[in-house]
């Protein structure tokens, strides 16, 4: 068996930055177990798998398209890095004609579409609602030790928890934080956070960022993600109130970083646009 599979760096315009995710094209059903193997194999924070809705469907033609996505350890309901990658193989390698691509997911029907040399996401918007500190206390101190954190909010649609460290603090502290997220599986008790969300307010004055932050997710199997399209939606909800903006410029300061274009709209969804480079094209075999 053959399935073409490409390597895509979302949220960046230059290979080996922004967030690598493997596309996989399935022309037919493919076994269950067959979608956690391959992630497995390909060992990237996400490996993405887009189907056929229908027997005459065509991955040039076609607008709608199923799509799954996978960590090494499990499926998951969410991604965006994958999603602007999945967009990516459609509209520049597949050469797909149509202005909008429509995916059908865990995370309801999400849509992609070009604009100039970026993809935007059509993505649901995730409110952080205040959280507790005693309950996570365990849990930021062994992300942040004693450093000052400003505030903290939990996702419950997402199991992510937002730590905003304090305004004090510059973007250069958050990239030089050093985090061993293993730590985090043995002092989150409360089995409720899948997801751990550092961040920092930016410099908006002028064309600078507007926030900045770094995402975790060992219980996914992923240690740090280089540029998160689903932790920024909730970060876009989050910074949209605290800012009083509805457009912002986001960046994602892992060792390989990723820039987020973002628009909150007011019918509860978020606009988040990224480049991308396709690094790889080829076939599984087996």
Known sequence: MQIPIFTVDAFTNRPFSGNPAAVCLLENDLDEDLHQKIATEMNLSETAFIRKLKPGDDFTKSSCFGLRWFTPANEVPLCGHATLASAAVLFHVQKNTNSVLTFVTLSGELKARQVKDHIVLDLPLYTAYPQELKEVEELIKAAVGDMIVQDVCYSPDTKKLLVRLSDTYERSVLENLKVSAQRFLSAEKTGKVKGLILTVKGNSSGKGHDFYSRYFAPW???????????????????????????????????????????????????????????????NLTF
């Open 220 to 282: 996914y199997g992923v240690l740090e993600d280089p540029v998160t399209g689903s932790a920024h939606a909730v970060l876009s909800s989050y910074w949209s109130e605290q800012l009083g903006k509805k457009e912002m410029l986001a960046f994602q300061c892992s060792r390989r970083g990723g820039e987020l274009k973002i628009s909150v709209r007011s019918d509860g969804r978020v606009d988040i646009a990224g480049q991308t480079a396709v690094v790889l094209k080829g």
